[in-house]
C-alpha cells in the first residue's frame, strides 16, 4: 500500500478544510510514558479533526509503542517485553473518545532504534500525522529535541507534531499561532483550526512583518473579532504587507490577525502570556542564542521561556530529487531486514496468549464496534465421543452467545453423518431444566446433497473438510473452529483465538498452541515440550519455508481466520490442515498477516493419532507446495504409505498400515459452484 498524501498536498491553498474524502485519517501516537497517554489520544483525535464541512469522518488513532533489542541481541528476546508493552497499553483511558467515527488500537514492535520502529510503523500505517510528546529540552550535546525526535524530524516519515504540556492538556480556549507565510504556516493553520473547532477556542494568528530594534511590539487590528477587517499597518515592504493579506484570506472564520515587529521572541512570549496554547513551524524563525549563535529555533526558545503548552509541527517532505545536486551528500538506502531478522520480529510482535484477551466484554464491544459476527464450528472427525460433543455445544451456547454475546452462531459440521437423529436432537435440549436451544443459534450440517463427496476418506482425522463444509452455511465474518475431540469445553479456547483477530485487524489467521504446563513463565523452558513437533515437524516446515520458522505448533487442531481468507485458500483434509493453511496464508497475504496464540495447557482429548501418519501429512503438504513453487516432482516421487516396525522373537518385520484417510485438497470455496455467501437476516450481502 501506497503512503497516504501529506497536509500540504490535502489542503487547498484558499481552503484548509479542503481534504480528500471517503478515506480513514490515521494518526500515529507513540507513547514512551503511560502517563502521558490519555493526553496525547486527546490530542490526536483533536488535532485530526473529525468533521469534514459538517461531514464526520473515520479517524485511526495508532498508539504504539517500540521495544528496543541491542544489534548483538535476536529481536525474538524482545518477546516477554512486546507482551507487557501490549498489556500496559491496553489500559490506556480513552475518556471523551466514545466516538463511533474514532477508532482507537494499539500496536508494539519491536525494532533496534526507537526512531526506526516509529517509522516503520507509519509507513505500514500509512500514518497522515505522527504526534510525538516533547519534554521541551534534551540534555544530548548536538541535538535539538532529543535522538530519537531529532532523527524523525530531520526525515520525517509524514506530518509530524511535537507537543509539549504536562500529563493532560487544560482547557484550551485562546490559541496563538506565531507565521511567516513559510513552508509549515499551511501545516500550523490547518491543526490550529482544527483544534479551534474541536475545542470552541479562538486563534490569533502572530505575524512578523519586519525585524526591527523594538521591542516585540504588536499591532493589533482596531477589532480583533473579524479577519477580514483588515487594519492600517505600518509602512512596511511590499513584499511583507502581501503575504500579510495573502495570509489573511487564508484565516478561520473568527480569527484575529495580529502584526508583530521588532523582536520576534520576545513578542512571542508576551502574546503567550494571553493565551493558553502556542503553535508554532519546526524552523518558522531563527534567532542567535550565547551558546549556539545563529543556529537555535524558535521552538527551543518558546519551551524555555514561556510554560504554555506548545505544538511544534513540521510537514513531510514536499518532494524527493530524481537525481541529487552537486555536492549534495546522498544518505544510503534503508537496509532490508534479512530473513532471520523478519521471522524474528514477527515472533516478538505476533505472539499472544490468552490472558490478554480474558475480558470477553471487551472483546464483545469490539465486535459490536465494528459491526462483526463470529462463527464458532465444531468439526466432526476422528473419535469425537457424541455425549461429549452434546456438552461441549451446550456449554459454548451458554458462555459464548448467552452470557457475553461473543459468538453468533456454532456449527456442529459432521461430514461423515456419524451422529444418529437422537445425538443431533441433544444439541438442543438445553440439558435438565433449561429450555430447547434455538436452531438459529446451533446448526448442524452434514453432506450437502449436491457436493460429490471425494473417494478415499473413510475417517478423516483432520477439522479441513467440515470446515469446508461449513463455510457454505455459515454467517460470519470471523469463523474460530474448535478441537471437539476434547472433553472439556473451556472459553479461552475461544476467546483467545479471536482476541487478535478483533483487536488489530491486519490480521488474518490466528493459530493456536498448548503450552504444557499450567505456568509456563519459566526461563528458557520449551513450551511445546512435543517431541514429535520439535524434531520433525517444525524442522520440516522452517526448512522448505523458512519464514515460518518461528510457528511454534504447526498442527495445532484450533484456529480463526477471517472468512474472507477461508473462503479464497484451498483447505487439506488430515491431521495436517493447519499447515498448509498456514503456508499459503504466509505466500498469499504475507508473514505479518498471521498470529499465534498461547492457549494455556491442553485438555484431556480422546483422539490419539498414529505420528507416522501426521509426519506423512506434513511432509506431503510441504512437497505438494513446494513442487509448485521451484517446479519440481518432489510431491510426485514421495511415497506416504506407513510403514511400522514388527518384532516377533528375534525377528524384525515391515507391516503396511491402512492409510486411515487420503490427503484431499479442496478447491477455495468461493470458487466452487452453487455457493454464495450467507448473512445473517438483520444484514444485507
Known amino acids: 500500500m501506497a503512503y497516504l498524501n501529506a497536509f500540504t498536498q490535502l489542503f487547498g491553498k484558499k481552503n484548509p478544510k479542503n481534504r480528500l474524502q471517503g478515506r480513514d485519517y490515521c494518526v500515529v501516537v507513540p ?47 524482545g518477546a516477554s517485553l512486546v507482551r507487557a508493552y501490549r498489556t500496559m497499553l491496553r489500559y490506556i483511558p480513552q475518556n471523551g473518545l466514545l466516538d463511533e467515527n474514532i477508532e482507537v488500537h494499539t500496536e508494539v514492535r519491536v525494532a533496534r532504534e526507537v526512531w526506526r520502529g516509529i517509522a516503520d510503523q507509519v509507513k505500514e500505517e500509512e500514518g497522515d500525522l505522527l504526534l510525538l510528546h516533547w519534554k ?11 535522538d530519537t525526535i531529532d532523527a524523525l524530524m530531520d526525515d520525517p516519515p509524514c506530518d509530524v507534531v511535537l507537543a509539549r504540556f504536562n500529563n493532560t492538556l487544560p482547557a484550551v480556549k485562546n490559541i496563538l499561532l506565531p507565521v511567516r507565510g513559510g513552508s509549515y504556516s499551511t501545516l500550523a493553520l490547518t491543526l490550529a483550526s482544527n483544534l479551534a473547532e474541536e475545542w470552541a ?73 494571553y493565551h493558553d496554547l502556542v503553535v508554532v513551524g519546526a524552523s518558522e524563525i531563527r534567532e542567535p542564542s550565547p551558546t549556539r549563535p545563529g543556529s537555535e529555533k524558535v521552538a527551543e526558545r518558546l519551551a524555555r521561556e514561556t510554560n504554555r503548552p506548545l505544538l511544534v509541527v513540521k510537514t513531510g517532505k514536499p518532494f524527493e530529487l530524481k537525481r541529487p545536486l552537486a555536492g549534495m551528500v546522498v544518505a544510503p538506502a534503508t537496509r532490508e531486514p534479512d530473513l532471520q531478522e523478519s521471522v524474528d520480529r514477527w515472533f516478538a510482535e505476533n505472539t499472544f496468549r490468552y490472558r490478554e484477551f480474558r475480558s470477553m466484554s471487551s472483546l464483545t464491544l469490539l465486535k459490536e464496534r465494528h459491526h462483526l459476527r463470529i462463527t464458532l464450528i465444531l468439526p466432526v472427525y476422528g473419535n469425537t465421543h457424541p455425549v461429549a460433543l452434546t456438552e461441549y455445544v451446550r456449554r459454548a451456547r451458554y458462555a459464548l452467545i448467552r ?18 437423529r437422537n445425538e443431533v436432537e441433544g444439541f438442543y435440549s438445553g440439558g435438565s431444566g433449561h429450555e430447547r436451544l434455538s436452531e438459529d443459534e446451533i446448526i448442524y ?49 475461544i476467546y483467545g483465538l479471536v482476541g487478535p483477530l478483533l483487536t488489530y485487524p491486519e490480521f488474518q489467521l490466528a493459530g493456536g498452541f498448548y503450552s504444557e504446563t499450567a505456568d509456563s513463565n519459566e526461563q528458557n523452558s520449551n513450551p511445546v515440550n512435543n517431541a514429535l513437533v520439535e524434531l520433525s515437524l517444525r524442522p520440516l516446515l522452517g526448512g522448505f519455508f523458512p519464514k515460518l520458522a518461528g510457528v511454534i505448533d504447526p498442527i495445532c487442531p484450533v484456529g480463526a481466520a477471517r472468512r474472507e481468507l477461508l473462503e479464497r485458500m484451498p483447505l487439506f483434509s488430515g491431521p495436517a490442515f493447519m499447515t498448509g493453511l498456514l503456508i499459503d496464508t504466509m505466500v498469499r497475504n504475507d508473514l505479518m498477516s498471521i498470529a499465534q496464540v498461547d492457549i494455556g495447557p491442553k485438555p484431556p482429548s480422546n483422539l490419539t493419532i498414529p505420528p ?17 513453487r521451484s517446479q519440481n516432482n518432489l510431491w510426485s516421487s514421495f511415497n506416504s504409505t506407513i510403514k511400522t516396525i514388527q518384532k516377533s522373537g528375534d525377528v524384525y518385520s515391515l507391516k503396511v498400515e491402512p492409510t486411515p484417510s487420503a490427503l484431499n485438497e479442496f478447491p477455495p470455496v468461493s470458487f466452487t459452484s452453487g455457493y454464495a455467501r450467507r448473512v445473517f437476516e438483520n444484514e444485507s450481502e
Not at 52 to 63: A, K, T
Not at 225 to 242: G, I, K, V
Request: contains cysteine; charged residues 20%.
Open 31 to 77: 507513547i514512551l510514558n503511560p502517563n502521558m497517554a490519555e493526553g496525547l489520544v486527546k490530542l490526536a483525535a483533536s488535532l485530526a479533526g473529525a468533521q469534514l464541512e459538517g461531514v464526520r469522518r473515520h479517524i485511526r488513532i495508532v498508539v504504539l509503542g517500540v521495544v528496543t533489542v541491542p544489534e548483538e541481541t535476536p529481536l525474538s528476546q
Open 136 to 146: 521541551g529540552t534534551t540534555q544530548t550535546p548536538g541535538k535539538i529535541y532529543g
Open 201 to 273: 477556542a479562538s486563534i490569533t494568528v502572530l505575524h512578523n512583518l519586519v525585524s526591527g530594534p523594538g521591542s516585540g511590539d504588536a499591532i493589533r487590528p482596531a477589532q480583533a473579532s473579524n479577519y477580514t477587517q483588515f487594519y492600517d499597518a505600518p509602512e512596511t515592504e511590499d513584499e511583507s504587507l502581501s503575504t500579510l493579506q495573502a495570509l489573511a484570506l487564508e484565516l478561520p472564520s473568527g480569527a484575529r490577525l495580529v502584526a508583530l515587529t521588532g523582536n520576534v521572541i520576545a513578542g512571542i512570549v508576551r502574546e503567550s502570556q
Open 403 to 420: 452470557d457475553c454475546a461473543l459468538v453468533d452462531e456454532i456449527l456442529v459440521c459432521d461430514p461423515d453423518m456419524r451422529l444418529d
Open 445 to 493: 450440517v452434514t453432506t450437502d446433497p449436491q457436493t460429490t463427496r471425494r473417494p478415499g476418506i473413510v475417517n478423516d482425522l483432520g477439522p479441513g473438510e467440515s470446515i469446508w463444509l461449513a463455510l457454505r452455511k455459515a454467517r460470519g465474518d470471523l469463523i474460530v473452529w474448535a478441537d471437539p475431540t476434547i472433553d472439556n469445553f473451556e472459553a479461552r479456547l
Open 612 to 628: 507416522q501418519l501426521i509426519t506423512g501429512d506434513v511432509l506431503s503438504i510441504l512437497l505438494r507446495r513446494a513442487e509448485e
